[in-house]
């Protein structure tokens, strides 16, 4: 039930429209069938499979808008949704800035589902959880991990004509093994459409390698180190200059794209010049939908091209504004990198730190995007080209701008997770000069 | 219906099964300036399904509300359970719990906010822009939020729960911007989410504190719009106010600040699941071992560090009658004149501790998510000395004053923080010496709490809450109050977080 077919979602949403009384009507229909096994201490603490629908329907009266949300399908339940939504149209406000419905659009053909991740059985679950934690049990260590698989679909109509639909399938999976003493950790994570692409026990083995590696941590003094920062440190940093390209903001004067004096940083070089940052939903490593919430197709777009800002993103209200293509934001990011492995980087390091993650990311000053945050789970001295010894966490207090100017190398790219949004990205290792690390964490 | 789920389960060989019938609603008015931006209602409705068959947990979770649904729903969680069975080290031991039979519970509100017309709470937002606007604020967003789950709990244990919880919390973010210096800047609301119905909006003047930079602070009722025209203000003094000295100074922490800084060094470190380590994969572990707990001289904090937990302090966030697996709440002691007591423990977990009851704090974000273990309302008990906020800052020679919540972030095993703030004013000599910028304090827990020198009075006493605490794989929402009155800690790191892009 929760995955409806092209033809079931069309032949549902028609039902709700013809219910309407608005002057526009739009309907977003979404369902998920999802399952999870979360394990610890080197056993399963909890697992579940869970189904879920969504209708959100949004009716306007002139410029008055109205939403309203509900899970349940019956006739009586869609029809008080309907009239719900009315209701607060009718009670609110005009907002001026109320743009109409798009008409129907035109949209690729998505990649964003692959069959063997929705055929996924609760055996092939465990057995990739059973995998990870062999591997652990046999180094004698403890694993603490999580595997997600999630099937979805959703769907979009509305009473100028627009629809649009699409099924996708993701699978996200992280470890952490800790040392029986509790003195070294390390961690990994790896993200999918394709869930027979997945190697828990290799990225078992790497978390195990690096928890066994960093135990007896030194304390060197915190203040400005090269780093190499592992692509899942990358992406904790860069998607808050992700998430912060919208044009508004910028425009009013509250950005760190806005310029003093006023106007926005469009076409500036930001950062150094070997930083090219773009979307493309059609990227074979990386696909995401092919349209967006409001139900504007998604297309490639280069954000950041050669260190200058080459777009920003918009709401429809604004792009009209201001006479521009309204570009939405974003779904996922990828970023060029070069040809050297993170053994190749650590080789060609006189004296750095290597970070394998970065944790409990939070903005600092909105106007630098200076953000502060730890390393965790790996963190090693690098002197000579050879990773010497672990040492202890650090906070760090950085702007993502400041450090894409200080580049050093880019390594080759690969896919990655966030651990703050769960967002997968394709990055590349990153080495940094004059990284500002402000204090020292006992934490392990 | 919950009858079909405890009867397939039992059937189906599980030992004990709980079910929640859940109507999640919600609503959500947002708006900037002179306009609403969106006006949304959500209504969820569903089953969760926890069973223990083979000494293993499994859970399933279904929006099919009938007979069938439910049925096929404990089925599921009776195959999770068996399958994950080859896993399990040691059976699930559940701390006993009396059949409470069949029982109702209700948030005490006087005013239901989902009865309110919606045009009053659209104008008392709008209002509160205005009153932002008129005072030079160059932007303003405000929105209001509205909780109300109606859940249903029923378990093998004999227990029929009927419970109607409302939340509410009203926000704003003020900016000022400076188009020649290219300089923003901007100021939260002081408000706190609470367990309380509309009247938290109805400001009264019984719960206002007034402090000596002018700004007002607020206990159990909001004045929305004289915050909206104090924060207009103070964002704009911010656009030249003086960037901070880094160094040591000591810190006068307002309860709508400190609460963060509670629910971060002492809330999080001290939950049994995550101390043992059920977390260790995403909010980590704790630096407070069993060891600690067990030797009963661990110094968390200084003398005055008085640290309880419960979940039935009135207005609260996270006041309920029983939690989410039927266990009535209480109120119990974590810290006691500076030495660590105890911990946060649910009933699969509270035997790691030789204690044989549950504390009472299992919470499940809604009916498609499995319950377990979340903080409770963790609070500092107020000074039993008078003391007034005026007075410390008075006592104070070199120090910073922080009121609110800013930026905040700490280590995976809570030694490590740092935490910005609302609004920040510098004190000399006793003297509010005026606003300053680019303020972080960096501490260790431990050395924290210990630098704890005074703590005001009850008089000054009221509630912080955070509406989105996280927690969990897949990532589950809670919400939690932390009270406080204004405390005094010496000798704090403060970093300077200015720079230029």
């Known amino acids: ?444 | 219906m919950a009858d079909v789920a405890l009867n397939t389960a039992k059937a189906g060989g599980a030992t004990y099964a709980d079910v929640r019938i859940g109507r999640y609603l919600n609503q959500f008015i947002s708006t900037r300036e002179r306009r609403v931006q969106g006006i949304t209602n959500t209504e969820s409705f569903g089953v969760g399904i926890r069973v223990i068959a083979k000494g293993t947990w499994g859970f399933a979770a279904t929006n099919q509300v009938t007979a069938d649904g439910i049925k096929k729903a404990t089925e599921q969680a009776l195959a999770i359970a068996k399958a994950n069975s080859k896993f399990q080290k040691e059976p699930v031991k559940l701390a006993p719990v009396p059949a409470y039979g069949e029982v109702v519970w209700n948030t005490p509100i006087v005013k239901n906010a989902f009865e309110v017309p919606v045009s009053e709470k659209v104008d008392l937002l709008i209002n509160a822009n205005s009153a932002a606007l008129k005072e030079g604020a160059s932007f303003v967003n405000s929105n209001l939020f509205q909780v109300n789950e109606q859940k249903y709990f029923a378990s093998t244990d004999g227990s029929y729960i009927d419970q109607d919880i409302h939340r509410i919390w009203p926000t704003f973010t003020v900016s000022v911007t400076d188009r020649a210096s290219g300089k923003f800047k901007s100021r939260d609301a002081l408000s706190a989410p609470m367990g309380l119905g509309y009247e938290y909006m109805i400001p009264r003047a019984e719960d206002k504190l007034q402090t000596p930079m002018g700004m007002t602070l607020y206990r159990n009722s909001y004045d929305m719009i004289e915050d909206a025209a104090t924060a207009a203000r103070q964002a704009k003094e911010m656009i030249s106010a003086k960037s901070v000295e880094p160094g040591k100074y000591d810190m006068v922490l307002e309860p709508n600040h400190l609460g963060l800084t509670i629910h971060e060094s002492v809330g999080h470190p001290l939950e049994l699941d995550r101390i043992l380590g059920y977390e260790a994969n995403y909010a980590g572990t704790s630096f407070a071992s069993i060891e600690k707990l067990k030797s009963g001289t661990f110094n968390y904090g200084s003398k005055l560090v008085n640290i309880f937990a419960d979940k039935t302090q009135p207005g609260s966030l996270g006041a309920v009658g029983y939690d989410d697996e039927g266990v009535k709440c209480k109120r119990w002691d974590l810290i006691k004149e500076g030495v660590l007591v105890n911990f946060q423990a649910i009933r699969d977990q509270v035997h790691m501790l030789g204690q044989n009851e549950s504390h009472g704090c299992c919470y499940a974000q809604g009916w498609g998510d499995v319950q377990f273990q979340r903080m409770p309302n963790v609070s500092l008990a107020p000074g039993k000395e008078p003391y007034s906020a005026a007075q410390m800052i008075k006592d104070v020679e070199k120090g910073i004053y922080i009121a609110g919540r800013g930026s905040y972030s700490i280590d995976q095993q809570r030694y490590n923080f740092q935490f910005g703030g609302t609004v920040f004013y510098e004190i000399k000599n006793g003297q509010i010496a005026g606003m300053l910028n680019d303020v972080a304090y960096q501490s260790n827990t431990q050395e924290f709490w210990n630098s704890c020198v005074k703590i005001c009075d009850e008089k000054d006493y009221r509630l912080f809450g955070s509406f989105f605490d996280g927690k969990g794989q897949p990532s589950q929402v809670s919400a939690v109050s932390h009270g406080s009155s204004t405390a005094r800690f010496n000798g704090v790191n403060v970093i300077n977080t200015g720079r230029t892009i």
């Open chain 1, 1 to 444: 039930m929760p995955i409806m077919s092209k033809d079931e979602a069309q032949a549902l949403l028609k039902k709700v429209l013809s219910y309407s009384k608005a002057d526009e009507c739009e309907v977003n229909l979404s369902g998920t069938d999802s399952g999870n096994i979360r394990y610890a201490r080197n056993s399963v603490s909890t697992s579940g499979r869970v189904s879920q629908h969504q209708l959100v329907v949004s009716s306007a009266f002139g410029k008055k808008l109205g939403i309203a949300t509900i899970n349940e399908f019956d006739d009586a339940s869609l029809k008080k949704v309907v009239e719900r939504a009315e209701e607060l149209a009718r009670l609110a406000p005009e907002n001026p800035e109320y743009v109409p419905f798009l008409g129907p659009q035109t949209y690729a053909e998505s990649k964003t589902y692959i069959a063997a991740t929705a055929a996924i059985t609760p055996k092939l679950r465990s057995d990739l959880v059973e995998q990870s934690i062999k591997v652990a049990k046999e180094a004698g260590a403890v694993a603490a991990g999580f595997l997600e698989d999630n099937t979805g679909f959703v769907a979009m109509m509305n009473s100028k004509g627009l629809f649009a639909y699409n099924t996708s399938t993701n699978t996200n999976f992280s470890v952490t093994v800790r040392t029986a003493d509790g003195t070294g950790s390390g961690y990994a994570t790896r993200g999918y459409n394709d869930i027979t692409k997945l190697d828990t026990k290799t990225a078992t083995q790497i978390a195990t390698q690096k928890a066994v590696k960093s135990v007896k941590a030194r304390a060197i003094e915190p203040g400005k180190y090269t780093v190499i920062l592992e692509p899942a440190a990358v992406a904790v940093l860069l998607e808050n200059i992700f998430f912060r390209l919208d044009a508004r903001q910028a425009d009013e004067g509250r950005s760190f794209l806005s310029k003093a004096g006023g106007g926005t940083r469009l076409g500036e070089k930001l950062v150094d010049e070997r930083v090219n940052i773009y979307s493309d939903p059609l990227n074979p490593d990386l696909p995401t939908s092919t349209w967006n919430g409001d139900g504007r197709p998604q297309e490639k777009v280069s954000w950041i091209e050669k260190g200058v800002i080459k777009n920003l993103s918009y709401e429809r209200y604004w792009a009209e504004k201001k006479g521009v293509k309204a570009v939405p934001g974003p779904d996922a990011a990828i970023m060029e990198g070069g040809t050297k492995s993170l053994e190749e980087l650590i080789a060609g390091t006189k004296k750095g730190v290597l970070v394998t993650r970065l944790w409990y990311i939070r903005d600092v000053d909105p106007q630098s995007l200076l953000l502060t945050g730890l390393t965790r789970d790996g963190t090693f001295y690098i002197e000579n080209g050879r990773i010497q010894y672990p040492i202890k966490n650090f906070r760090f207090n950085e702007s993502p701008i400041i450090m894409l100017n200080n580049l050093e190398e880019l390594g080759k790219v690969e896919r990655t997770v966030s651990v703050e949004s769960n967002q997968n990205y394709l990055l590349p290792p990153l080495k940094v000069r004059d990284f500002t690390f402000s204090s020292l964490s006992d934490a392990v």
